[in-house]
């Protein structure tokens, strides 16, 4: 029987299935931005928030929010979650959107495709118009 043959039982070698070296498995990224946030109970409170909201996109979601903190400081990221939970709209658009609003476009701007950056600039200036000058 050759590998991949289907005429006889399936060997489980021939059901692996190999990941791109860039993707990681969903409940890996999750494990991992838990770890990093777990002393953090306004990030915890936000990737909960997040699992219900999106939970088809959990991955997606979470790896947007690892490059995030990358480019975010601590208080920068915690003044987002906060507005996040706040108003109920725990998702990395609402999220990514404040920090744009707050912070400037400079940083995080730059690591997102064009689609994704009209949207996050559309939703930053709702956000600005919501405060009318106002701080959060």
């Given at each position: 029987?050759?590998?991949?043959?289907?005429?006889?039982?399936?060997?489980?070698?021939?059901?692996?299935?190999?990941?791109?070296?860039?993707?990681?498995?969903?409940?890996?990224?999750?494990?991992?931005?838990?770890r990093?946030?777990?002393?953090?109970?306004?990030?915890?409170?936000?990737?909960?928030?997040?699992?219900?909201?999106?939970?088809?996109?959990?991955?997606?979601?979470?790896?947007l929010?690892?490059?995030?903190?990358?480019?975010?400081?601590?208080?920068?990221?915690?003044?987002?979650?906060?507005?996040?939970?706040n108003?109920?709209?725990?998702?990395?658009?609402?999220?990514?959107?404040?920090?744009?609003?707050?912070?400037?476009?400079?940083?995080?701007?730059?690591?997102?495709?064009?689609?994704?950056?009209?949207?996050?600039?559309?939703?930053?200036r709702?956000?600005?118009?919501?405060?009318?000058?106002?701080d959060?």
């Amino acid at each position: 029987i050759e590998p991949g043959d289907w005429s006889s039982d399936v060997c489980s070698s021939d059901l692996t299935i190999k990941l791109p070296k860039d993707r990681v498995p969903h409940h890996k990224i999750e494990t991992d931005m838990l770890r990093f946030y777990k002393d953090n109970p306004l990030a915890i409170e936000f990737i909960a928030q997040l699992k219900i909201m999106r939970p088809r996109y959990i991955h997606k979601q979470l790896q947007l929010l690892k490059k995030a903190s990358v480019f975010y400081t601590e208080g920068q990221m915690n003044s987002a979650f906060e507005y996040c939970i706040n108003t109920c709209e725990c998702t990395t658009l609402e999220l990514l959107s404040f920090l744009i609003y707050k912070y400037g476009k400079d940083s995080f701007y730059d690591c997102i495709g064009s689609y994704a950056k009209s949207n996050y600039l559309k939703r930053s200036r709702e956000i600005q118009e919501a405060f009318n000058g106002r701080d959060f």
